[in-house]
Each structure stands twice: as C-alpha cells, then as structure tokens.
C-alpha cells in the first residue's frame, strides 16, 4: 500500500485555502489531532471552494475515523479528475482501493486498483495491493499472478515471497511455495513471516519438532501480529513432549 494515506500529490498540495483560511497541510495536520473536527472543516472548505484538496482531506479524515465506504467514495472520484496527471491519479485509485479494502469490499477494490494499474502497469505496490484484493476475493490465481509480476521486477521481496509461498501452497504447489519460503530465508534470515511459513509446512510433513522450532524463533525476532500469529500456532501445538 502506498504510505499511509499520505501519497499527497503536487496538484494537492499547492491547492489554495480558499475562503476557510486553511491549507492543506494545515487540513491533514488536524486529521492526526481531531479527524472529526477535520471532517467537519474539510466538509465546509469544499463548500467554500476547496475543490479537490478538501475533497482529499475529507477523505483522509473519514479513512481515521474508520468510514472506510465514505472515503472510497471520495477517492475514487478524485482518481477520476481530470485535473491531475496520469501518476497522480494513479495514487488516488490505489488508495482509493486500500479504503475499499479496510470496508470488507474487496471486488470494488479490485476495480480501484485496476484503474490505478492502467495508468502505472508495473507498480509493484498496487500490483501487491490488488493481490490481496483478490484473494480475499478467492481468486487464488489471480493473486498469485499479480505477485509473480511484482516479484519479477524485484526479486529481493522478502514480505512478496511468503505472501505468494502462502498461495501457492493453497493451489497445491507446494515446491514452488518451499521454494519462495527458502528464498525469502536466504534474504532475510530468521524473517518471522517466512519462518511461520516454513513452520507450517514442516508441521504438514508430520515435522513437528521443527515446526516448533520455526515458531519459536519467529516469537522471538518478530513483533506485532507477526509475533502473535506464532504464538497461536504454539499454542494450539501444545506443550512440547519432553
């Protein structure tokens, strides 16, 4: 996903405050602050003349306050101006995509990201973004087609490795995906995703003394969710037989 909502484009930035006295930057700076108050002031910029600048902003606001439908809205028809150059709107309907995507609604996301892909073919993180699309879609193949693409422009993806290790583990390719799984390793060892994953397959081979050791290391070099989902998978392994 591009980073973080904030892929603010030159258009964007230099929009004028129109009558509300308020700049962009100045706009986005509250969303961090009091994205309800953001909502609030960037809704009354556009009726004041802000354009698309507020528009964007108001989309960031609702996007922290978890209005994820809304934003998508917003994005999408940004994507759609005219008004902004072809890489511009580019970023807009990937982000537009990432908002359909946190709505639980991953065909429209697949359209967003779409769109964004027909002006910038080759990008690596909408290709990876609508990969997810599409797996949540359950379009298996379709997924891992488009991280194969991503892959190939840079081979050296740990995290896009394991993400197509994992599918394709799921079609029934399970050498293709040791080999991601192995490859991703050799870049990045101990990389908790990966060892997760090479955990999962061990324990599949009847392994489960080395599934055990994978996701013990992966607790203990990775964090967040990673971190989690390896502790889980312990657990349901249950106490270790001594």
């Known amino acids: 996903m591009k980073a973080a909502w904030m892929v603010a484009?030159?258009?964007?930035?230099?929009?004028?405050?129109?009558?509300?006295?308020?700049t962009y930057g100045e706009c986005v700076a509250m969303v961090s602050r009091n994205p309800r108050a953001a909502e609030q002031k960037a809704r009354e910029w556009q009726t004041h003349g802000g354009g698309a600048v507020a528009m964007h902003c108001n989309a960031l606001a609702l996007t922290a306050l978890k209005r994820y439908d809304e934003a998508a809205h917003l994005l999408d028809a940004l994507s759609r101006n005219r008004e902004f150059p072809?890489?511009?709107?580019?970023?807009?309907?990937?982000?537009?995509?990432?908002?359909?995507?946190?709505?639980?609604?991953?065909?429209?996301?697949?359209?967003?990201?779409?769109?964004?892909?027909?002006?910038?073919?080759?990008?690596?993180?909408?290709?990876?973004?609508?990969?997810?699309?599409?797996?949540?879609?359950?379009?298996?193949?379709?997924?891992?087609?488009?991280l194969s693409a991503a892959i190939v422009q840079d081979q050296n993806r740990a995290d896009l490795l394991v993400e197509r290790a994992n599918l394709r583990w799921a079609l029934g390719r399970k050498a293709d995906a040791a080999t991601d799984v192995v490859r991703a390793l050799e870049l990045y060892p101990d990389y908790p995703p990966a060892l997760i994953e090479r955990g999962k397959m061990k324990y599949s081979a009847g392994d489960t003394a080395g599934a055990r050791r994978d996701w013990t290391k992966a607790t203990q070099t990775g964090q967040g969710q990673v971190a989690q989902d390896a502790r889980n998978l312990l657990q349901q392994l249950g106490p270790a037989q001594k």
């Open 9 to 22: 484009t030159a258009l964007l930035l230099t929009g004028a405050a129109a009558a509300e006295e308020i």
């Open 86 to 146: 072809g890489q511009d709107r580019a970023d807009l309907a990937d982000q537009a995509g990432n908002a359909w995507l946190l709505a639980g609604k991953p065909d429209e996301a697949i359209l967003s990201f779409n769109t964004a892909l027909a002006a910038e073919p080759n990008d690596i993180e909408t290709l990876a973004d609508r990969a997810r699309a599409r797996a949540l879609a359950r379009d298996w193949k379709g997924a891992e087609a488009d």
